[in-house]
């Protein structure tokens, strides 16, 4: 007979809201990094629920793996893929909205009305028994011999999704990597030879040598493919007149 | 309180995690999404595991975290992939068959 201490419902009607406030968060936020730290926290709530429930292992793999492993995965394909449109919160399909809320109501109030109305015939055993001899030392018995041939499956499928995602990540070059001969070879019959030796470096010599600022030509011009293009285009480019010398002090003191 | 209250709170969070499959439009956000529908349902099978006095449901929702690790390797490299070749994380945007 499981009897449900108080500090225990204490803890879950602090966490529990909590967990469904940062849920609810999860899908209202608009950046999708903010919807995975709500998400890990979800899940730091849930590994709590699972010691509670007496599921120690559990609640240890659900923090290695799901806010340890998984959620980095999450937040660093979200950092290479970055943020695009993809984050507005504008409804694409017209009528979606209403709907999507109207049947999430509808299943969850089935859900819940099932389980209010459901009786399983006994009272909550509780796992002191279960767990008698520890909880990690009884999954591991049963873990090798009752279910000892889908541990063995789910091996095999771990293997399969390495080797499916190195697959899917694998890029095919369209066209050969051009050669560092190549490249010399297209410089010298490119347009001009003004850029035979390499394109010039940025940076105003003496006074600013930062990559955002070109260099100067001898004529005093700047010259912009001293500058990478994504600075460029990101509109970083500094202005190099600002770093001329306004005049040059010419005159000598004589020194005694 | 006894033990269906965390059988209430799975329902629950497993219905947002549906809501927001439908509703958001990020193939990340979307995914992350069904992870917690997964791990509302990890929750309903480590409760009844601890209702009925067995460890055979927490052994079945350790098998569940295993698939969900290979499913979020396979599923974010798929997401990867389209982003490399689309330039976009939309789902809406990859909709090649529609048109």
Redesign the interface.
């Given at each position: 007979m499981?009897t449900?201490q108080t500090p225990?419902?204490i803890m879950?009607?602090v966490l529990?809201p909590l967990?469904?406030v940062a849920?609810?968060g999860?899908?209202l936020v608009k950046k999708?990094v903010h919807?995975?730290l709500l998400?890990a926290w979800?899940?730091i709530t849930?590994a709590i629920?699972?010691i509670a429930?007496?599921?120690l292992?559990?609640g240890i793999?659900?923090i290695v793996?799901?806010t340890g492993?998984?959620m980095m995965?999450?937040l660093f394909?979200?950092m290479?893929?970055g943020v695009?449109?993809?984050?507005?919160l504008t409804e694409?399909i017209p009528g979606?909205?209403p709907i999507?809320?109207t049947?999430?109501i509808g299943?969850?109030g089935l859900?819940?009305s099932l389980?209010g109305r459901a009786t399983?015939g006994h009272d909550?055993?509780?796992?002191t028994?279960?767990?008698s001899e520890g909880?990690v030392e009884?999954?591991a018995q049963?873990?090798f011999s009752?279910?000892v041939f889908?541990f063995e499956v789910?091996s095999a499928?771990?293997i399969?999704?390495?080797l499916?995602?190195m697959v899917?990540?694998h890029?095919q070059r369209a066209v050969p990597r051009v050669t560092q001969r190549e490249q010399a070879i297209a410089r010298f019959r490119g347009k001009s030879l003004g850029s035979a030796a390499g394109l010039p470096n940025p940076g105003v010599f003496a006074r600013h040598n930062a990559v955002d600022v070109p260099a100067l030509l001898p004529d005093g011009s700047a010259a912009p493919n001293s500058i990478s293009a994504t600075l460029k285009a990101r509109g970083d480019m500094l202005d190099s007149t600002q770093f001329e010398l306004s005049e040059v002090d010419n005159t000598v003191t004589e020194e005694k | 309180m006894n033990p269906y209250n965390y059988l209430y709170l799975s329902a629950l969070l497993f219905t947002i995690g549906a809501v927001g499959v439908v509703v958001r439009r990020n193939a990340i956000v979307v995914f992350m999404c069904i992870e917690l529908m997964l791990n509302a349902a990890n929750l309903t099978l480590v409760t009844f595991s601890r209702i009925n006095g067995t460890l055979d449901g927490q052994v079945i929702a350790f098998f569940t975290m295993v698939v969900a690790a290979c499913e979020v390797v396979v599923g974010l490299a798929i997401i990867v992939a389209i982003y490399r070749s689309r330039r976009s994380a939309s789902v809406d945007d990859a909709s090649l068959l529609k048109r």
């Open positions: 499981l449900i225990e419902a879950f009607w529990a967990s469904v849920a609810l999860m899908l999708a919807s995975a998400l979800v899940m849930l629920f699972y429930q007496d599921a292992f559990l793999v659900q793996v799901y492993a998984v995965l999450f394909i979200l290479l893929v695009d449109a993809s984050d507005s694409t979606l909205r999507a809320i049947a999430a299943f969850g859900l819940v389980i399983l909550a055993y509780g796992l028994q279960a767990n909880n009884a999954l049963l873990l009752t279910y889908p789910v499928l771990l399969t999704a390495a499916g995602a899917l990540a890029h | -």
